[in-house]
């Protein structure tokens, strides 16, 4: 139930409003490259987003079904729910079910979750990679096998190469528990069986690094942003969420073992921090790149509860735990000896019982080994009173309750920012209401211009807009050249082109048209050099950052003759020179 819960509630907040009626540009590369054969994804990774190359693989075989909005976001929508659901096992695992069910269902109420759950790109996939290897980690710490973590690991690191990252948070996780030089050795195979595999990866993706040339150094603005975003947009939020964190890394037994603490702080801050420095020097870093960070906030949050709980209890004059303080060891205790000693006296259940090597039974040559002391739950026999310290499962479910109760009220209170990220109008644009505006004003065959030259990308995700208009610059489409947006003409070519037209439409963005703006790109210079000295703007349309612009010669010219009326359209604005 403590897993089951969190995994529905993030699948129903998942499904709410999947369909915004249009995608934005992220999602459109994914639209369109995932449209395409096997082998022409394959070609197109050897010159651009290689990073992304699983991904696009996976999401051929989830468009080959149906494409459209829903099944593109669907993958996301389950990869949230599973992270939901890990980050409950990992509470339970490190705690007790009811941290779990805390952990899972603020997780699943926190606004950066749902925005990402409902984006057609592979960064909820990655948490959810993130949180099993998690998982998987303490799995092999307690002495299972080592090769399930990798493998995970490893998939998820292709889906995502910053996914690597997490290798550092786990070395700070088993450095805090003081685990032996075994699980070290352990862990060191499967982290270098990882970076292996990923090697070529790298090496593809940094010849591919002027994709992220928009990229700036991070500030101060940024990590107080990102800590917004993990654990409360809103001091109401924000505030008590840092106290409770605080009181989960305090305190006796906070760092004994794998414990919560140990977890989720190294989890939530090393991969952050880390890209955040590198990027300092060489810009990687976005916010997205970390979401699989997030993971280890709610966990933090649901320990130092239930360390208030501890409190409450102490003060009611119960018995709380001993292990992990306030949270017990139900896992079992990992102890030093060839054969550990029972305890002597009885012990309730999920107290840490610490047990010292058998003396004078001779180690024979060999080292000690890891065991592992569990204490068995205790169960209620009918007309026996309670064991020492056990409290009744009706006042323990009721503690679970409160919490949810508690994470509904903070589902309350950012309930206005998870609706208003169902709205197309809170992504950075709508290439569907482009494609559309272009439909209703540009006639087939008319010439287009796309400025710059990957705001073609509407055209790509959204063809019947754009339906017979003719593109001028396109030398080779997108996916019979092995790119994202097409390969164009020259800048001689273009001007040759251009030069018989008595108008042009622009499709572009806005910062694109001002006259400040310098392309880096040869033919997209060309392009403003030719509409800027032999054309004047007749109309313009606007639409939430792309704007789409009538370009036509000067009636003194005998080209002028071939231009379009001006459309009547209350949208249309009269414009005055070109670039203005």
């Avoid at 109420?109 to 057609?120: D, F, K, L, R, S």
Wanted: with cysteine.
């Amino acid at each position: 139930m403590a897993v089951l819960v969190p995994v529905a509630v993030m699948f129903a907040l998942g499904l709410w409003g999947l369909d915004r009626g249009g995608i934005w540009r992220d999602e459109a590369a994914t639209f369109q490259v995932a449209r395409r054969s096997p082998a022409q994804i394959w070609r197109m990774l050897h010159h651009v987003d290689a990073v992304h190359g699983l991904y696009y693989l996976l999401m051929h075989g989830v468009l080959a079904l149906r494409p459209g909005e829903v099944l593109l976001r669907l993958p996301s929508v389950c990869g949230a729910a599973a992270t939901a659901g890990l980050v409950a096992a990992l509470g339970t695992r490190l705690c007790r079910p009811r941290v779990g069910l805390w952990a899972g269902l603020l997780y699943a109420v926190t606004p950066m979750v749902g925005h990402y759950a409902q984006e057609g790109r592979s960064y909820a996939l990655v948490a959810a990679g993130v949180a099993g290897a998690t998982l998987l980690l303490l799995r092999a710490v307690r002495g299972g096998s080592w090769w399930p973590y990798g493998l995970v690991l490893a998939v998820t690191c292709l889906l995502h190469e910053f996914a690597v990252l997490v290798l550092l948070a786990h070395a700070c996780t088993l450095a805090l528990a003081r685990v032996p030089g075994r699980v070290w050795r352990g862990w060191a195979c499967a982290a270098g069986a990882v970076a292996v595999l990923l090697l070529p990866l790298a090496l593809v993706s940094r010849g591919q690094s002027a994709q992220v040339a928009w990229l700036t150094p991070p500030d101060g603005r940024s990590a107080e942003r990102l800590l917004r975003e993990f654990a409360g947009p809103s001091w109401a939020v924000l505030g008590p969420c840092l106290v409770l964190m605080a009181l989960a890394v305090r305190g006796p037994g906070a760092w004994r073992g794998p414990s919560p603490a140990g977890v989720a702080l190294p989890l939530m801050l090393v991969p952050p921090a880390v890209l955040m420095a590198v990027s300092l020097i060489s810009p990687l870093y976005d916010d997205r790149y970390v979401l699989y960070s997030l993971a280890g906030a709610p966990l933090l949050v649901a320990a130092g509860a239930e360390r208030v709980a501890g409190v409450l209890r102490r003060s009611a004059g119960a018995t709380p735990p001993a292990a992990h303080g306030g949270c017990p060891g139900t896992a079992g205790v990992i102890v030093r000896g060839p054969a550990p000693l029972a305890p002597r006296r009885p012990v309730p259940h999920g107290t840490a019982v610490a047990v010292r090597e058998r003396p004078g039974v001779p180690a024979s040559g060999a080292r000690p080994v890891l065991r592992r002391l569990s204490v068995p739950r205790a169960r209620a026999v009918p007309g026996r009173p309670p064991a020492p310290g056990a409290r009744p499962a009706g006042r323990r479910h009721l503690g679970a309750l409160v919490g949810a109760v508690l994470v509904c009220g903070v589902l309350v209170v950012q309930f206005p920012l998870l609706r208003a990220d169902r709205r197309a109008a809170n992504r950075p644009d709508d290439l569907a209401a482009v494609s559309a505006a272009v439909g209703r004003t540009v006639r087939p065959g008319d010439p287009v211009l796309f400025l710059p030259s990957l705001e073609r990308r509407s055209a790509l995700a959204y063809p019947a807009g754009f339906r017979g208009v003719r593109d001028v610059a396109l030398d080779v489409p997108a996916a019979a050249g092995g790119t994202l947006y097409g390969r164009e003409v020259g800048p001689r070519e273009l001007r040759r082109r251009l030069g018989g037209l008595g108008y042009v439409w622009v499709v572009g963005e806005r910062y694109a048209l001002r006259p400040s703006w310098t392309p880096w790109n040869a033919t997209d210079r060309a392009k403003l050099a030719v509409v800027r000295e032999e054309f004047v703007t007749r109309a313009e349309y606007v639409h939430r950052g792309v704007t789409l612009r009538l370009y036509v010669r000067p009636r003194s010219t005998p080209e002028s003759r071939s231009a379009p009326p001006r459309p009547a359209s209350g949208s249309a604005r009269r414009g005055g020179p070109a670039g203005s």
